[in-house]
């Protein structure tokens, strides 16, 4: 921020943690004069010191200008005392996420600061109501919710609890945007957006871990690569540590009374008890030696396959594409109705499993290999066996669509392979939050982007697939499986129902 701007509001933060120091730096840096207060003794001053090194790297590296790493730098400064932090006209709280300790805070601020100053919490978890509670002016309470590391994740929820007042949240927003944040407007609900739309990913990832259908390596290879996420769901709690997200999972479940969509899984709790957490421990899902990830190796390939392939067309442009495919890899293409008696058959299911599309079809199972065309087929592609599929026309599958050099992996039989499960997961937890009204249909897809770093928004990523199609897995999903976790959200029925899209929100 240039020096010029107005100075605007005095910013105090109570906390000096991780997340208080990254608020405090980008605050600095956006011109406002910041206090900084801990009650560990030193914690503060040790805070300012690490604070103005990091400017001083970034001046370094031609991040920043000498005179800005200085000039933000001088508004740092540390106060002993709560009653210190009476001129500023937003106090930030980045303490422990516990609920009763914030609250005695909160109690012990408003005897501090003046009776117009915000104050706002930057919880992950807790329900801002709940602490606002505390208070004797709940209105002047909000969430004000940055994620770690701070001045790189650059989206800031801001929470408006029950009683919040409208400027309080407009203020907050305002402020979020000046420290060069997207700042998202949301309502008190349990994981706010970001942490209530990430649920899909892990939780998913970890039933679908739990029911045998593939290792964790294959899930991580074909989330990466097939569905095109910067990291596999393993990789990332292994990054974020179990003892961070599984709390977290636990947490929104519970808060959400048992709302089958987020139940956690028994894997991760087994993983916890063990100490098993991921990088900071050196073992995770992964192995970590000096904080690299072990390398698991995938089997290397079959021969390719040359004999007859007979392909399902249930959906005529699928056919069209693995006809060419398995043509251009030197099968046998049958153009026939049914298959010839030595063909390995190819079904095509959208949210069903390998056996129901053999028993529809007809088709012998032990030569039948089911393939997901809903993700990308040049990255990765991922096969499925029936139970009674041979060993032999398994890998002749196998051959076949790796003949080309695409990875291929293979799993077993599994409503909705594992790419089309977890997406629609996503996209319906993300239509869940926008029928809630819990924030506006851009903002969520805004959010989770720049949180979560998904390819898309999942209103974004509906659209991408087809909320018709979304529909079909879920629904297909809930009758294989009977569990109430998969069924649609009526934002997403009613807007597939219609042909429109996912991000269109109601007048």
């Given amino acids: 921020m240039p020096d010029s701007q107005a100075p605007g509001p005095i910013l105090g933060i109570v906390g000096t943690g991780a997340m208080g120091r990254g608020i405090a730096q980008i605050a600095a840096q956006a011109g406002i004069r910041t206090l900084l207060h801990d009650t560990a003794p030193g914690a503060a001053a040790a805070a300012r010191d690490g604070i103005v090194d990091t400017l001083a790297k970034l001046a370094a590296k031609g991040k920043l200008t000498t005179a800005a790493a200085e000039a933000a730098a001088a508004r740092l400064e540390v106060v002993a005392e709560l009653q210190q932090l009476a001129p500023a006209g937003v106090v930030v709280e980045a303490i422990v996420e516990d609920l009763e300790a ?298 076949l669509f790796a003949a080309d050099g695409v990875p291929v992996s293979v799993i077993r039989d599994s409503a909705g392979f594992v790419a089309q499960r977890v997406l629609a997961m996503i996209v319906n937890i993300g239509c869940h939050i926008a029928q809630q009204r819990i924030a506006a249909p851009a903002d969520i897809d805004r959010a989770v982007t720049l949180g979560l770093g998904y390819p898309q928004g999942p209103l974004a990523l509906g659209d991408a697939i087809g909320p018709r199609r979304v529909l079909d897995i879920l629904e297909t999903l809930q009758a294989c499986s009977g569990d109430p976790r998969y069924r649609p959200s009526p934002w997403l029925r009613r807007r597939a129902l219609l042909g429109a899209s996912l991000l269109t929100d109601e007048v």
């Avoid at 501090?112 to 509670?133: F, G, H, M, P, Q």
């Avoid at 505390?134 to 209105?139: I, N």
């Avoid at 007859?308 to 099968?331: M, Y």
């Avoid at 499993?353 to 012998?364: I, K, N, R, T, V």
């Fill in 102 to 399: 914030k609250r005695r805070l909160f109690r012990e601020l408003e005897a501090a600061v003046a009776a117009d100053c915000i104050l706002a919490s930057n919880t992950s978890s807790l329900s801002v109501t709940a602490i606002a509670a505390a208070c004797t002016q709940p209105e002047r309470v909000a969430g004000f919710h940055f994620f770690n590391p701070v001045p790189l994740m650059k989206i800031v929820e801001v929470v408006e609890g029950l009683l919040t007042a409208p400027a309080v949240a407009a203020s907050l927003r305002g402020l979020g945007e000046r420290m060069g944040h997207a700042a998202v407007a949301v309502r008190d609900t349990p994981g706010f957006v970001v942490n209530h739309a990430g649920r899909g990913y892990v939780t998913e990832a970890l039933a679908i871990l739990g029911e045998g259908v593939a290792p964790f390596p294959a899930i991580d290879r074909i989330m990466r690569e097939a569905a095109g996420f910067p990291m596999g769901p393993f990789e990332l709690m292994d990054l974020t540590g179990l003892d961070v997200s599984h709390p977290v999972m636990e947490s929104i479940y519970r808060q959400f009374y048992e709302e089958p969509r987020f139940r956690p899984s028994p894997i991760a709790a087994q993983r916890c008890a063990a100490g098993v957490l991921g990088r900071k421990t050196g073992r995770g899902f992964y192995a970590y030696a000096d904080g690299r990830k072990e390398a698991i190796e995938e089997a290397p390939a079959p021969p390719p396959h040359k004999g007859p392939v007979w392909i399902d067309r249930t959906v005529p442009e699928w056919h069209a594409t693995l006809a060419a495919l398995a043509a251009r890899n030197g099968a046998q293409v049958e153009n026939l109705s049914r298959p010839s008696a030595t063909a390995l058959c190819i079904v095509t299911p959208l949210g069903g499993d390998a056996s129901g599309a053999c028993a529809a079809a007809g088709l012998d199972a032990a030569r039948t290999v089911a393939i997901d065309c809903l993700t990308d087929l040049a990255r990765r592609r991922t096969l499925m066996t029936t139970p009674l599929t041979t060993p032999a026309m398994r890998d002749a599958a196998h051959g």
